[in-house]
């Protein structure tokens, strides 16, 4: 069973809202990353830390942004949400060599559904 | 650019039989693969992983072979269940990076 935990799970809001969508792990693990997820396609990495303090932005570009102030919290902010941003965000930390070969293995949230009308 | 596929969007297995989900991938210095199932409503669920050293390593009912020559990957499900009906994805990781490769998916559907 993940311990890392997405709220809220589905939110609909209309455009131009902020909204914030919370994770936290309880793994105690450095590495904490953002995906955005459209149904049945592949992950694109958005945002990603290190540990506190670090945040990088990953390979599709997005107007949200984050933030790493405590080890197990790493919220995303979109300030204005355009329907464009409709999708699924998905949150995953990870811990180096959890893998059974020593893999980098992510562990994931169940995700929030984001649909902007 | 660099990037991970899957070659059948969809499988349809009937219950028991065997399911390989297959995955070609284009990153030659990629360190390890992994494995990962998707259920409806779920984040992606680590099923497996394997290094760029070896070629197989198998799991519980699971089985995951690396051929480096033609930089392909396959799953290999024994005795498939209902419960493996599932989206599956490969990754591709190098070692010390954050940047982890998904394809796209393959559906799983286990037909009763």
């Known amino acids: 069973e993940a311990d890392i935990y997405q709220t809220p799970r589905y939110l609909v809001i209309g455009t131009g809202k902020k909204i914030t969508l919370e994770c936290s792990q309880t793994?105690?693990?450095?590495?904490m990353y953002w995906y955005q997820q459209d149904p049945g396609m592949e992950l694109h990495l958005i945002h990603y830390?290190?540990?506190?303090?670090?945040?990088e932005k990953g390979d599709l570009s997005s107007e949200s942004t984050v933030s790493r102030i405590r080890t197990e919290h790493f919220p995303l902010t979109l300030e204005s949400a355009r329907p464009s941003h409709t999708s699924q965000y998905l949150c995953?930390?990870?811990?180096?060599?959890?893998?059974?070969?020593?893999?980098?293995?992510?562990?994931f949230g169940a995700g929030s559904r984001l649909t902007v009308l | 650019g660099e990037s991970v596929g899957l070659h059948l969007p969809t499988l349809s297995v009937q219950e028991g039989d065997n399911s390989i989900i297959n995955c070609a991938y284009s990153?030659?210095?990629?360190?390890?693969f992994i494995w990962y199932k998707q259920e409806s409503g779920k984040g992606p669920q680590f099923i497996i992983d394997?290094?760029?050293?070896?070629d197989k390593r198998q799991g519980q009912r699971v089985t995951v072979l690396l051929n480096k020559t033609v930089k392909h990957l396959s799953l290999q499900i024994a005795a498939t269940q209902p419960g493996d009906s599932a989206v599956y994805f490969c990754?591709?990781?190098?070692?010390?990076?954050?940047?982890?490769?998904f394809g796209t998916g393959t559906r799983l559907k286990v037909l009763a």
């Open positions: 995953a930390s990870s811990e180096y060599g959890t893998g059974f070969s020593g893999a980098n293995v992510l562990t």
């Open positions: 793994m105690g693990h450095d590495k």
């Open positions: 830390s290190y540990g506190v303090n670090s945040t």
């Open positions: 990153n030659s210095a990629s360190d390890y």
């Open positions: 394997i290094r760029s050293n070896m």
């Open positions: 990754a591709e990781n190098t070692s010390g990076t954050y940047k982890y490769i």
